[in-house]
């Protein structure tokens, strides 16, 4: 399986900045998602990350507010945007290598937003 | 409403005291349903794969099934490493790889 990393590990940020979460994959693969986990709850999808184009983005996420980049087959980013403390979750990015289904998960962000 | 639910939310076992978890699901065209397990601060840790009824995998002290309806995950004589959420998810529909996660559960194994 893929070994993917997510920087930065966890943070704590003030309302209305802006934080911006890599996800490194040391493979080339087909499909890169990003979700959320609020506290207490399961993962929601926010969107597909598609290479060279833009995300594809999950009733209720909007691209001002979780903008991401794809600009190769390894790498993506997703910005949380002028954050407010109902943001503060576990951000995970996942990926699905060619010809196969499961998907992998990266360790996960932990943000705090105060 | 298409929807993946997880029974119970929270299980307590002593060691060695064999179980299963639920995972029911209400979705057109199931194309694959996934069985993961998440430990406190990190991301899910992919364990299964099930693709048609009947199907049934298996791995060390769990064994996953599958109905047209549910999945089951049994865990025969369990060890406090063990311990984790359990979560499971499905893909349905389309040519797309997308998950809807249950909520999980939570599976404390004591000595």
């Known amino acids: 399986s893929a070994v993917i990393s997510q920087k930065p590990s966890r943070d704590i940020c003030q309302r209305g900045t802006s934080l911006t979460i890599q996800c490194q994959v040391d493979s080339q693969v087909t499909m890169m998602f990003w979700y959320r986990q609020q506290p207490g709850q399961s993962l929601t999808l926010i969107a597909t990350?598609?290479?060279?184009?833009?995300?594809?983005?999950e009733s209720g996420f909007v691209i001002d507010k979780f903008p991401i980049s794809r600009p190769n087959l390894t790498f993506s980013t997703l910005t949380v945007s002028n954050m407010s403390p109902e943001d503060s979750s576990i951000y995970l990015c996942?990926?699905?290598?060619?010809?196969?289904?499961?998907?992998?998960f990266g360790p996960g962000t932990r943000l705090t937003v105060t | 409403e298409d929807q993946v639910t997880q029974s119970p939310e929270a299980l307590r076992l002593q060691e060695g005291e064999s179980s299963s978890l639920n995972c029911s699901y209400t979705?057109?065209?199931?194309?694959?349903l996934f069985w993961y397990r998440q430990d406190p601060g990190k991301g899910p840790e992919f364990l299964f794969t099930?693709?048609?009824a009947g199907e049934e995998k298996e791995k060390e002290r769990l064994k996953a099934t599958l109905t047209k309806k549910e999945s089951f995950l049994h865990i025969t004589a369990p060890k406090p490493e063990d311990s984790a959420t359990y979560l499971c998810?499905?893909?349905?529909?389309?040519?797309?790889?997308?998950?809807?996660f249950g909520t999980g559960t939570l599976l404390a194994v004591q000595p």
């Open positions: 979705v057109s065209g199931l194309r694959g």
């Open positions: 998810a499905v893909q349905y529909g389309g040519a797309t790889n997308k998950l809807i």
């Open positions: 990350a598609n290479q060279g184009s833009e995300a594809t983005y």
């Open positions: 099930l693709y048609s």
């Open positions: 996942s990926v699905v290598q060619q010809g196969a289904g499961e998907q992998y």
